[in-house]
């Protein structure tokens, strides 16, 4: 991860130092002048995301007795996929993407354990590791401002489908939560455009809030105390188009 995030920083210098050099070089002159006017547009996507959980309790917590407190953790993950821009007029277009990204997030237990020698209670967090293996889908609606130059920024915002492909074989843990397959988001956010010599390069921050309870009701005491579990996403994204 240490290498891909180096990989990441050296393209954006490199970028953003070429974009720099051709506007010293001929002032107010347009790379890729009729790239806005085209229909269709293709490229591919990379970049990292962290992904947790909207723990919600359920009501009957408080009247058991065997787990105190319930977090959540998240790890930073990785997706990689193709996209496609269909042109709906000079400000907006229509985003589609199909990425492959993997991802692990973290359900913390305090559970409360006896402890015969003091004949006193005790906390202990457990820890269950649940990893995602997703193919998403995102659809949104993108509008650009005026550019300037071979700068232009942006705000984004549409759905993402995702189907996960881990299932409720996620984790090693026998008694974790497991998830439903399916997840479907709202998404929302923004970005920047930069028009190189022979592509553009975006640079996207993208928040995405899933709607449905995803844990798997399976009547087990982890699950039983959820009342709900719902996706919670952050996304960083570089398209080459």
């Known amino acids: 991860m240490k290498h891909f995030v180096a990989i990441i920083l050296m393209i954006i210098i490199a970028s953003t130092t070429a974009v720099a050099q051709d506007d010293i070089k001929v002032k107010g002159m347009k790379n890729l002048p009729n790239y806005d006017a085209k229909t269709w547009h293709f490229g591919f996507t990379l970049g990292t995301s962290n992904m947790g959980f909207r723990v919600e309790r359920a009501d ?5 007795h065997d787990i105190f407190g319930i977090d959540a953790g998240k790890y930073t993950g990785f997706h990689i996929g193709p996209i496609s821009n269909l042109r709906l007029n000079k400000y907006m277009d229509l985003r589609m993407l199909f990425e492959l990204s993997f991802n692990q997030r973290d359900l ?3 559970v409360i354990k006896e402890n015969k020698k003091s004949e ?3 906390i202990e967090k457990r820890i269950m590791q649940i990893r995602s293996t997703m193919l998403e889908f995102p659809v949104m609606i993108k509008y650009k401002a005026e550019r300037i130059t071979n700068f232009s920024p942006y705000l ?7 189907y996960d492909l881990t299932g409720h074989k996620n984790s090693d843990d026998e008694e974790a939560v497991g998830l439903e397959k399916i997840d479907p988001c709202v998404t929302f956010g923004g970005g920047a455009d930069f028009y190189l010599p022979y592509f553009k390069f975006s640079i996207e921050l ?3 809030l899933g709607l449905l309870d995803i844990a798997k009701r399976d009547d087990r005491q982890y699950t039983n105390c959820l009342k709900s579990l719902k996706s919670n996403t952050i996304t960083l994204s570089f398209h080459f188009e």
């Open 60 to 64: 009957e917590f408080m009247l058991q």
């Open 108 to 110: 913390i237990y305090y």
């Open 120 to 122: 006193t209670k005790d």
């Open 156 to 162: 984004i915002a549409g759905g993402n489908f995702r």
């Open 206 to 208: 993208r928040y995405s």
